[in-house]
């Protein structure tokens, strides 16, 4: 999963440098780019203006047999992307 992490982080670079960033970067992750999309957002949270996750795919199956601990770092995961639920 890091190098499709750091893949789209040298993308989203990339845009930033030839358009700039003042509208933001929309992501869009569906399964497993759901992951890629929200693991990148976390590492752009200046650049990425929204993100939109469809069915994410699995997260480390070794949280798989303990749904708090899913939970848990699933939760981790979208704060560290700014995805917290808005009212």
Not at 27 to 45: D, I, K, N
Request: contains cysteine; proline residues 3%.
């Amino acid at each position: 999963m890091h190098t499709e992490i750091d893949d789209l982080d040298h993308v989203l670079t990339e845009i930033v440098t030839v358009e700039g960033a003042e509208q933001g970067v929309d992501l869009f992750g569906w399964s497993f780019g759901g992951l890629v999309a929200l693991e990148t957002a976390a590492r752009h949270t200046g650049t990425v203006r929204s993100r939109v996750v469809t069915m994410p795919g699995q997260v480390h199956l070794a949280h798989a047999q303990d749904p708090r601990a899913l939970a848990h770092h699933i939760g981790q995961t979208l704060r560290r992307a700014d995805c917290s639920p808005r009212q």
